[in-house]
C-alpha cells in the first residue's frame, strides 16, 4: 500500500464559511423568474398599502396619533421591512432546519467545522442581506417619490438603522427558535404558520401598532415582536421622540441578549438529540 | 495497542432510544398525546470494534441491525448512551467540529450539497466551509473527476442529476477536504453495475494511494466480495462476526460444492473428507469438510468414479449472509429480548 502523509486537517481553522453568505443569491439566480417577481409583488403591495390608508384618511386628519403621511411610511416601510426577512423564513427552503430535520440531511451540518448554528447563522445572514437589497431599492423609490417621509435628520437616521439592525436580530432569534423547534416536532410547519402570523400582526407589520386596541397594544409593547418593526418605525416617523431612543434601543437590545441565550441553550439541547429517520 | 494509533475504536459502545408506544383503544391517540408511554430500546448493544488506519472494511447486518446508528455515534452525530469511541484519537461527539475535519460521511440517499445549484458550486461552497487551500482543492477536484468524470454534469444544478451522478458528486464533496476516515453508509444504494464499479475503483484508490480508512455500511454483497477484506457484522445492536470473508465461510458453513455428473449411474458416493448433500445416480453434490479443498474432491472423484462433467460452485455470499441473519434470528428469537 502507497500511502501518503494525511495533514494534520485538525490545524485547519474555517475562516471562509462567511462566503456562505452568496448562496441567498446563487439560490435567486438559480430560479431568475424570481429576480421579476420579487420587485413586482413588492411594488403590488406597496401600492394596495398606499390605496388603503389614503382611503382610511379620507375624511380625518389623524388617527392614533398619526398623519397620513406618517401612517403611510411607517406602514410601506413595514412592509419593505417584511420583505427583508421573507427568504429567511424557512418554511420551504431545502438547505432550511425544517427541511434538513424532516429528510434527514441536518446530519450533515454536525459533520462541519463550523457549528450548525453558524452555519445557520451565515445562511440567515445571506437571506437577510439580499432581502435587505430589495427593501433599501423599495425604500430609494418611495422617498424619491415622495410616498414616505425622509429621517428625522442625520440622528434620526442613525438610531432608526441601530433601531433596525437591533430589531433585525430579534427577529433572527426568534425565528430561529421556531426553526429550531423542528428537532422536537419534526413537523413545525403549522407552529411556523401560526408564529409568522403573530409576529407580522404584533411587530406591526400588517397594521401599524398604534392602531391596535389598548389591550393588544399592551400585550404586543411587552413581547418581543415590537421590537423587530414598531420600534425602529416609531423612531423614524416620529411617534416616539428621539429622546426617547436610548430606553427603546435598550430594551431592543435586552431582547437580543436574552433570546441569544435561549437560542444557545435550545441549540445545545437540539444537538443532543438529533435523530435521523430511516437510518 | 493505543487509542490513537487506530483510526477507529469503540469499547463496549450503547446506544438505547426512548420511543413513545402508542396506547390503543378510545381515545388513543389523545391518550399517547397526554399520557405516552415510554420504553427503552436498545439500538446498539456493547459493540467493541478497531479499525486501523488505511484499511477498508464493511459493516454488515440486516435493516434495522444498528449500523446506521453505530455510523451515526463513530461520526459524533449520536451521543452514546454509553462506552468509548476514538475517531482518529479524538471522542467524536464531544469535539464535533475539530472531529469534522477528520471524517467525512455519505449518508445514502441524503444529500450535502445544495439541490438547487450545480454540483460544482456546492463543492465550492464545501471549499469555504472546510477552509480548504485552494492548491489542495484543486488536486482534489482534479483527482476525483480523473475517475468519477465529474465534469461531465457538474455544471447541472444537483435536482436534474441522475441518481448515479448525484452519488459520485456526493463521493466528491465527503472528501473533498482530504479526511483521512471516510464513513459511507449505503452509498451504491439504487445505482446501476457501471456507476458501481466506478465508485468501487474511487474507493479502492482512496484506501489504496491516499490511505483513507473507509467503513462502508451496504446490503450489496458483490461490493463487499470486491472491497473489502475484513467484514464486521451486527445484528440486533450486537457485534456477531469480525473476520475476514474467508473467515466467515469458514464458520457459518459458505463452503463450495462440487457438482458431478457421471457417465453411467453409481450406486454409491463417498469421497473422504466430504458431505454427500445429494445423489440421484447419474448426479451427485458434495460439500467438502474439514481441511478438505474442493480441488480435493474433484481430483477424488476423477480417479474413483466414471466421472462425465464436474464443477465447482462457491457459495453465493449474498446466500451466506442470508443465512447468518436467519440462524441470528434463531437466535435471537430463543433469546431474552433486549431492554
Not at chain 1, 438603522?161 to 423547534?181: C, E, H, K, M, P
Not at chain 2, 467493541?48 to 447486518?61: I, K, N, S
Not at chain 2, 461527539?93 to 475539530?98: E, I, L, N, S, V
Request: net charge positive; glycine share 6%; charged share 20%.
Amino acid at each position: 500500500m502507497t500511502s501518503i502523509a494525511i495533514p494534520d486537517v485538525a490545524k485547519r481553522r474555517p475562516h471562509r464559511s462567511w462566503r456562505l453568505l452568496r448562496v441567498a443569491v446563487l439560490n435567486e439566480r438559480a430560479f431568475r423568474i424570481r429576480l421579476v417577481v420579487a420587485p413586482m409583488m413588492l411594488a403590488v403591495q406597496l401600492y394596495l398599502y398606499d390605496r388603503l390608508w389614503t382611503a382610511v384618511f379620507q375624511h380625518t386628519g389623524k388617527a392614533a396619533g398619526l398623519t397620513l403621511k406618517q401612517t403611510l411610511t411607517y406602514s410601506l416601510m413595514a412592509l419593505l421591512m417584511g420583505r427583508i426577512r421573507w427568504n429567511a423564513r424557512t418554511i420551504n427552503v431545502r438547505d432550511s432546519i425544517p427541511i434538513a430535520v424532516r429528510e434527514g440531511t441536518i446530519v450533515y451540518w454536525f459533520l462541519r467545522p463550523i457549528s450548525p448554528g453558524r452555519f445557520y447563522m451565515w445562511r440567515q445572514s445571506g437571506d437577510v442581506l439580499y432581502g435587505g437589497m430589495w427593501a433599501l431599492l423599495g425604500y430609494v423609490v418611495l422617498l424619491t417619490g415622495r410616498v414616505i417621509n425622509p429621517p428625522h435628520g442625520v440622528t434620526g437616521a442613525i438610531v432608526f438603522a441601530v433601531s433596525l439592525y437591533l430589531g433585525q436580530v430579534v427577529l433572527y432569534y426568534l425565528g430561529q427558535i421556531v426553526d429550531i423547534t423542528m428537532f422536537w416536532m419534526l413537523s413545525n410547519n403549522g407552529l411556523a404558520r401560526m408564529y409568522y402570523f403573530v409576529q407580522d400582526l404584533l411587530s406591526g407589520v400588517f397594521v401599524p401598532l398604534p392602531f391596535m386596541p389598548p389591550l393588544m397594544l399592551a400585550i404586543a409593547t411587552w413581547l418581543p415582536f415590537s421590537s423587530g418593526v414598531n420600534v425602529p418605525l416609531s423612531l423614524y416617523v416620529g411617534r416616539t421622540p428621539l429622546s426617547h431612543a436610548p430606553g427603546q434601543l435598550a430594551l431592543q437590545l435586552f431582547w437580543c441578549l436574552v433570546l441569544a441565550v435561549v437560542t444557545k441553550w435550545l441549540w445545545q439541547r437540539a444537538s443532543q438529540r438529533v435523530t435521523v429517520q430511516g437510518g | 495497542m493505543s487509542d490513537v494509533d487506530d483510526a477507529i475504536v469503540a469499547r463496549d459502545l450503547t446506544k438505547t432510544f426512548t420511543v413513545a408506544r402508542k396506547h390503543a383503544g378510545r381515545f388513543a391517540a389523545l391518550r399517547s398525546l397526554f399520557d405516552p408511554v415510554l420504553e427503552k430500546v436498545t439500538v446498539v448493544d456493547r459493540l467493541t470494534m478497531r479499525v486501523a488506519r488505511g484499511e477498508l472494511v464493511a459493516l454488515l447486518g440486516p435493516n434495522g441491525a444498528g449500523k446506521s446508528t453505530s455510523i451515526k455515534m463513530l461520526t459524533g452525530i449520536l451521543t452514546p448512551t454509553s462506552g468509548e469511541v476514538y475517531v482518529d484519537g479524538r471522542v467524536p461527539h464531544k469535539d464535533r467540529t475539530t472531529n469534522a475535519r477528520s471524517i467525512g460521511a455519505v449518508f445514502g440517499q441524503k444529500t450535502q450539497l445544495w439541490w438547487d445549484l450545480p454540483a460544482r458550486q456546492s463543492f465550492a461552497l464545501l471549499r469555504d466551509i472546510f477552509d480548504v487551500p485552494s492548491a489542495l482543492y484543486d488536486r482534489q477536484i482534479a483527482d476525483f473527476d480523473s475517475i468519477l468524470e465529474l465534469s461531465e454534469f457538474w455544471n447541472t444544478p444537483v435536482r436534474n442529476l441522475s441518481l448515479g451522478q448525484r452519488v459520485r458528486c456526493e463521493m466528491a464533496a465527503a472528501m473533498l477536504h482530504d479526511p483521512p476516515i471516510v464513513f459511507l453508509d449505503e452509498p451504491t444504494i439504487g445505482m446501476d453495475v457501471v456507476v458501481k464499479e466506478q465508485t468501487r475503483e474511487f474507493l479502492r484508490a482512496q484506501v489504496q494511494e491516499r490511505g483513507r480508512t473507509i467503513v462502508l455500511t451496504t446490503h450489496d454483497m458483490t461490493e463487499v466480495a470486491r472491497l473489502c477484506e475484513r467484514v464486521l457484522l451486527i445484528n440486533h445492536g450486537r457485534l456477531m462476526f469480525d473476520g475476514t470473508l474467508t473467515q466467515l465461510k469458514a464458520e457459518h458453513g459458505g463452503t463450495s460444492h462440487v457438482n458431478v455428473t457421471f457417465v453411467e449411474p453409481v450406486a454409491v458416493v463417498s469421497v473422504p473428507g466430504t458431505r454427500l448433500v445429494s445423489h440421484d445416480g447419474m448426479r451427485a453434490v458434495l460439500a467438502p469438510e474439514g481441511a478438505t479443498t474442493s480441488e480435493d474432491v474433484v481430483r477424488a472423484l476423477i480417479s474413483r468414479f466414471p466421472v462425465a462433467n464436474v464443477g465447482v460452485e462457491e457459495t453465493n455470499l449474498e446466500d451466506l449472509m442470508r443465512d447468518v441473519y436467519l440462524a441470528q434470528l434463531d437466535a435471537a428469537s430463543s433469546a431474552t429480548p433486549l431492554a
